[in-house]
C-alpha cells in the first residue's frame, strides 16, 4: 500500500471513487492524482479522471473529490494551481469537481468562490449531473444492530421481517453471481427506463477492487431475485449497484439483501452506509426515496459542482450538446423498449 492509499483510506472523506482502483475500472479515461504535502506528508489529495472527447478535446472530472484538509485555503490555493499547471499538458476545456461537502458547508462554498471556481448547486434529476447531488447515508458508528434496526421505518422492519419469513436467503457469490446479477440489471434496466453498462464493466470492479467489492444475491426458492454489489472502502460501505427481478415482488428481498450488507458493515465497524443518490424531481414521494429513508438514513444534500471552464464558449456548448444526446439516447431507448416487451 503506498503513501497516497494509506491517506485516502484513513481520512473521513475517503470515497472509493478517489481511489487509484476506481481509476483502473474507467477505461477510456487517463488518470491523474495531485498532492499537496506538509513535511513530505500529504494533507490535501485529488484523483482526477480526464478523457478525450470528439470535437470538444478533453474534460477533466473529479469524482467525491477533494480529500484532506479541505477548507484550508492556502492548500486549496496550491491544489488549484497544480491542476492549472497540469492542464497545460491536456488543454481541457473544463474541470468539474463533484466534492463530498454538504451544500450547508458555508465556509467551503465561500472558499471555493473566492479561490476562482464557479459553483452549480442546481440539480435536481440525475440527468443534471454526473453524481447525483442528494444523497441518503446511514450512521453506524458506535452503534449495535439492535440499535440500528429498531431505527428503520416500521413498514421496513415489517418488509425484511416478511422476506425472512418467506424463506428469502442472501448469498455472498462474488465473481460466480455475475451473470445472475447482470441479468437482474437488464430486467430492472429495462423496468425502470435507465441505461445500463455492459457485463464486463461490473467483472472490472469485482478484480480490480478485489476483496474491497462483492456481489450478493437474494434468493427465492433457487430464483435469483435481487442483487447487490457494495464496495468497502475506507470507512463505508458503498452500495454502489443493485437490481430486482420483477417476479416474486411480493417477498421483499431488496429489503432484506439490504440489511444484509448493512450488517455487514457493522461488523466490519465501518462508520457509514452509504445509499448513494436519489433523483428529487418527485420529491420525497418518488420510490428510491422513500425506499432508501425508511432504512433510518440521514438526507444529504451535497454541493454539486465546483468547477473552473478554461474555455467557457466551449463549455456552454458542450453542456447544450450532453443535454441534446442524453434526450435523444433515452427517447431511442424508451422506443425500444415499448417495441420489445
Known amino acids: 500500500m503506498d503513501s497516497y492509499e494509506k491517506f485516502l483510506i484513513s481520512n473521513k472523506l475517503s470515497d472509493f471513487q478517489q481511489s487509484k482502483e476506481w481509476a483502473k475500472v474507467k477505461t477510456l479515461w487517463k488518470n491523474e492524482i495531485i498532492t499537496v504535502c506538509d513535511n513530505d506528508k500529504i494533507v490535501l489529495s485529488i484523483s482526477i479522471l ?152 461490473f467483472k472490472e470492479i469485482l478484480e480490480s477492487f478485489e476483496d474491497k467489492a462483492d456481489i450478493y444475491i437474494a434468493y427465492y426458492e433457487g430464483h435469483p431475485v435481487a442483487g447487490i454489489l457494495p464496495i468497502i472502502y475506507g470507512n463505508k ?26 450488517k455487514l458493515a457493522l461488523d466490519r465497524k465501518c462508520d457509514i452506509y452509504d445509499f448513494r443518490g436519489v433523483s428529487m424531481d418527485q420529491g420525497e414521494s418518488g420510490g428510491l426515496y422513500r425506499f432508501k429513508k425508511g432504512f433510518g438514513a440521514d438526507f444529504i444534500e451535497l454541493i454539486g459542482e465546483i468547477y473552473i471552464p478554461f474555455k467557457p464558449v466551449k463549455f456552454k456548448i458542450f453542456k447544450l450538446a450532453k443535454k441534446i444526446l442524453y434526450n435523444y439516447r433515452h427517447a431511442v431507448f424508451n422506443i425500444k423498449v415499448k417495441y420489445n416487451k
Do not use: C
Open 237 to 262: 460501505v458503498t452500495y454502489l449497484y443493485g437490481a430486482s427481478s420483477n417476479s416474486y415482488r411480493n417477498v421483499m428481498a431488496t429489503y432484506l439483501i439490504q440489511w444484509e450488507i448493512i
Open 50 to 201: 480526464i478523457r478525450k472527447l470528439p470535437f470538444f478535446g478533453y474534460i477533466m472530472y473529479v469524482p467525491r473529490g477533494p480529500v484532506g484538509i479541505i477548507h484550508s485555503e492556502n492548500a486549496f490555493k496550491e491544489l488549484t494551481e497544480k491542476i492549472k499547471e497540469l492542464n497545460k499538458k491536456y488543454k481541457a476545456f473544463v474541470i468539474i469537481i463533484e466534492p463530498n461537502i454538504g451544500i450547508l458547508d458555508k465556509k467551503f462554498y465561500n472558499m471555493v468562490k473566492k479561490i476562482g471556481y464557479r459553483i452549480n448547486s442546481k440539480a435536481i434529476k440525475f440527468s443534471d449531473e454526473i453524481q447525483a447531488r442528494h444523497n441518503f447515508r446511514l450512521v453506524l458508528t458506535g452503534r449495535t444492530e439492535e440499535e440500528v434496526f429498531k431505527n428503520f421505518a416500521s413498514k421496513t422492519r415489517y418488509n425484511v421481517r416478511l422476506a425472512i419469513k418467506k424463506g428469502v436467503t442472501v448469498k455472498k457469490m462474488g465473481i460466480k453471481g455475475l451473470d445472475d446479477f447482470y441479468s437482474l440489471m437488464e430486467e430492472t434496466g429495462k423496468r425502470d427506463k435507465f441505461i445500463i453498462r455492459p457485463k464486463s464493466y
